[in-house]
């Protein structure tokens, strides 16, 4: 274990400690864990329980977290530890993020750092992502192998719920070069279905903040049935996107398929992400996918000024790749260039 960054003692309350890596300001008392179940009170010490303890290692397209507009075609070591700061009734990671108590004593061991970059090496991977689970609940951790992956010439990206506070997100910036932030639902779903009860304001705060520092951002919309799939839904996520993020923010909306304790509730329609593209796209977004629907036509690139392919993708793979539209010349917004010559085997 290794000693938490963001927490305090509470005045006048003994060995209890408060944690301030996310919004959630857990209160924690001696010998036992935060809602994240990663960070345990130590003697009126805070500790990160799972620090160099992954609990998943693999090699991935960067696509996969969605990252369209990012280093295209690359692959990256993703990296998870157990717990999450939320608690998303449909978790598709639910078994290391949630249920894991007895997991975690099988199934967690060390990692070096250094192992990790042989890993990439190995695998020709252009860089690192913190996915999976919650990258913030496991923050030193991730911190520690982003400052090595930096030296080593690999990229940074980071996959999360968004409920990171920006002090937390202004310590990381400078090592991270792309995320991809989940805005769920409005706020009342945030309280109902991600027990947050603080809502969706704290996504906010943080999306505001990884612009504020540069980082790629791109923004991600799980679509669920009867919970968040109104036409109202999408508008006032599209319009957020764009107002306080800019028109060439990617947007994602993603098919839901029954999961955890959402069991009940069917997959997302096709028509219903075609609504969600076509909503967000006559608000002024630039760039806006479908995904988890295989071989849908908007997972790939088209130009939003001629309507012709840019970028051709299927599934997690690019088939083809231009940065500008063959028609008119709107040029896409891509970042991390330096990064593609690994995919093509140079670099």
């Given at each position: 274990?290794?000693?938490?960054?963001?927490?305090?003692?509470?005045?006048g309350?003994?060995?209890?400690?408060?944690?301030?890596?996310?919004?959630?300001?857990?209160?924690?008392n001696e010998?036992?864990?935060?809602?994240?179940?990663?960070?345990?009170?130590?003697?009126?010490?805070?500790?990160?329980?799972?620090?160099?303890?992954?609990?998943?290692?693999?090699?991935?397209?960067?696509?996969?977290?969605?990252?369209?507009?990012?280093?295209p075609?690359?692959?990256?070591?993703?990296?998870?530890?157990?717990?999450?700061?939320?608690?998303?009734?449909?978790?598709?990671?639910?078994?290391i993020?949630?249920?894991?108590?007895?997991?975690?004593?099988k199934?967690?061991?060390?990692?070096?750092?250094?192992?990790?970059?042989?890993?990439?090496?190995?695998?020709?991977?252009?860089?690192?992502?913190?996915?999976?689970?919650?990258?913030?609940?496991?923050?030193?951790?991730?911190?520690?192998?982003?400052?090595?992956?930096?030296?080593?010439?690999?990229y940074?990206?980071?996959?999360?719920?968004?409920?990171?506070?920006?002090?937390v997100?202004?310590?990381?910036?400078k090592?991270?070069?792309?995320?991809?932030?989940?805005?769920?639902?409005?706020?009342?779903?945030?309280?109902?279905?991600?027990?947050?009860?603080?809502?969706?304001?704290?996504?906010?705060r943080?999306l505001?903040?990884?612009?504020?520092?540069?980082?790629?951002?791109?923004?991600?919309?799980?679509v669920?049935?009867?919970?968040?799939?109104?036409k109202?839904?999408?508008?006032?996520?599209?319009?957020?996107?764009?107002?306080?993020?800019?028109?060439?923010?990617?947007?994602?909306f993603?098919?839901?398929?029954?999961?955890y304790?959402?069991?009940?509730?069917?997959p997302?329609?096709?028509?219903?992400?075609?609504?969600?593209?076509?909503?967000?796209k006559?608000l002024?977004?630039?760039?806006?996918?479908?995904?988890?629907?295989?071989?849908?036509?908007?997972?790939?690139?088209?130009?939003?000024?001629?309507?012709?392919?840019?970028?051709?993708?299927?599934?997690?793979?690019?088939?083809?790749?231009?940065?500008?539209?063959?028609?008119?010349?709107?040029?896409?917004?891509?970042?991390?260039?330096?990064?593609?010559?690994?995919?093509?085997?140079?670099?």
């Amino acid at each position: 274990m290794k000693e938490a960054s963001f927490y305090g003692k509470v005045p006048g309350a003994g060995k209890r400690v408060k944690c301030v890596l996310c919004p959630r300001n857990c209160v924690i008392n001696e010998g036992a864990t935060g809602f994240c179940m990663a960070r345990k009170n130590v003697n009126g010490k805070l500790y990160a329980i799972f620090y160099r303890k992954p609990c998943s290692v693999a090699v991935d397209p960067v696509e996969k977290k969605p990252l369209f507009h990012f280093a295209p075609g690359s692959q990256c070591v993703s990296i998870a530890t157990f717990g999450c700061n939320l608690g998303c009734l449909h978790c598709q990671n639910w078994e290391i993020s949630r249920d894991f108590r007895i997991k975690a004593r099988k199934e967690s061991y060390e990692v070096p750092d250094e192992n990790l970059m042989s890993l990439a090496g190995n695998y020709n991977a252009s860089g690192f992502a913190y996915t999976y689970t919650e990258p913030t609940v496991f923050f030193e951790y991730a911190l520690d192998v982003m400052k090595l992956a930096k030296k080593k010439g690999f990229y940074n990206v980071w996959v999360t719920n968004g409920y990171t506070p920006p002090e937390v997100i202004a310590k990381m910036a400078k090592y991270l070069d792309a995320v991809n932030v989940d805005i769920k639902g409005n706020d009342n779903f945030y309280k109902k279905v991600s027990m947050a009860p603080l809502g969706i304001e704290p996504v906010f705060r943080a999306l505001k903040a990884y612009k504020k520092y540069g980082i790629w951002t791109e923004v991600t919309n799980l679509v669920i049935p009867m919970y968040n799939d109104k036409k109202e839904d999408m508008k006032e996520i599209s319009s957020w996107v764009k107002d306080n993020l800019g028109a060439d923010t990617p947007l994602h909306f993603s098919a839901f398929f029954p999961n955890y304790k959402l069991m009940d509730i069917g997959p997302t329609p096709q028509k219903t992400l075609d609504s969600a593209v076509k909503t967000a796209k006559e608000l002024g977004l630039h760039w806006v996918y479908a995904g988890n629907i295989y071989g849908h036509k908007m997972e790939s690139t088209w130009c939003w000024k001629c309507g012709s392919l840019i970028i051709k993708r299927v599934g997690f793979s690019v088939l083809s790749f231009s940065d500008k539209c063959p028609k008119c010349g709107t040029k896409v917004p891509i970042e991390g260039k330096k990064w593609m010559s690994r995919a093509k085997g140079g670099g």
